[in-house]
């Protein structure tokens, strides 16, 4: 099964509205963390948000800001005010919590959303 | 603050040569991570570095190898290649495995023909 779903393999949004990429998880562990990285044509990943699973409070960074809805295991990224430079792919992942004999720090990834700003 | 810094950007190999590639940490992060990126397979993780220990290894083959350096930088190598190991390969680094803050380099594109 996998971990990390997103369902919208590309989006289209016109400049300067805001879009919600998808995202749900699935994991055992009490503790854990959430990734979103931004993946433009060049292959570099970047860091956006990040959300760890005992937050109260959705993450927010700048224009970014992360939906997190524990029950439902969903982590969703809404971008506000989008800009024609936020055409890209965009990843979620997940870092799950410790296992017996100690944490597990790789990063799981979904396959991505191709999001394109329309003019 | 420098960011994290991959070596080479771009590597053309032959089959059945070997490749060493480099990734330098933030300044002050000890946990490296690799990820190997492919259109078929998306990302996948390779293994994970802390404090020159391998905490976590992947399901690749033992073709791929890794180590870290007592200054934290690590490199990966990769033996009698493959054509599918045509691929961009990704480093992060983390202040420790279970941090908040997972930074990527910008990859190292390889190809094998």
């Known amino acids: 099964a996998q971990k990390i779903t997103q369902t919208q393999p590309g989006m289209f949004v016109q400049e300067k509205e805001a879009v919600t990429l998808d995202c749900t998880y699935d994991t055992s562990d009490q503790s854990y963390g959430l990734f979103w990285y931004k993946q433009p044509s060049s292959g570099e990943m970047i860091f956006l948000i990040y959300?760890?699973?005992?937050?109260?409070q959705n993450a927010t960074e700048g224009r970014y800001s992360l939906n997190f809805q524990k029950a439902r295991k969903s982590a969703n990224l809404v971008i506000s005010a989008s800009q024609l430079g936020d055409s890209a792919m965009y990843f979620c992942a997940m870092r799950e919590g410790r296992s017996y004999g100690g944490s597990q720090g790789n990063l799981i990834f979904g396959k991505g959303t191709k999001l394109s700003v329309k003019p | 603050k420098a960011g994290v810094t991959q070596t080479p950007r771009y590597l053309i190999k032959t089959r059945g040569q070997q490749v060493t590639l480099s990734c330098s940490p933030i300044?002050?992060?000890?946990?490296v991570s690799w990820y190997q990126q492919t259109p078929g397979q998306g990302l996948q993780f390779l293994f994970e570095?802390?404090?020159?220990?391998?905490?976590n290894k992947g399901n690749f083959p033992g073709r791929f190898s890794g180590r870290q350096f007592s200054n934290s930088r690590s490199e990966m190598n990769v033996s009698t290649l493959e054509l599918g190991d045509s691929a961009l390969y990704l480093c992060?680094?983390?202040?420790?495995?279970?941090?908040?803050?997972?930074?990527f380099g910008q990859g190292t594109r390889l190809t094998v023909v």
């Open positions: 300044s002050g992060h000890r946990s």
């Open positions: 570095y802390f404090s020159e220990t391998q905490r």
């Open positions: 959300q760890g699973s005992y937050d109260e």
């Open positions: 992060a680094s983390s202040f420790s495995p279970e941090g908040s803050g997972a930074f």
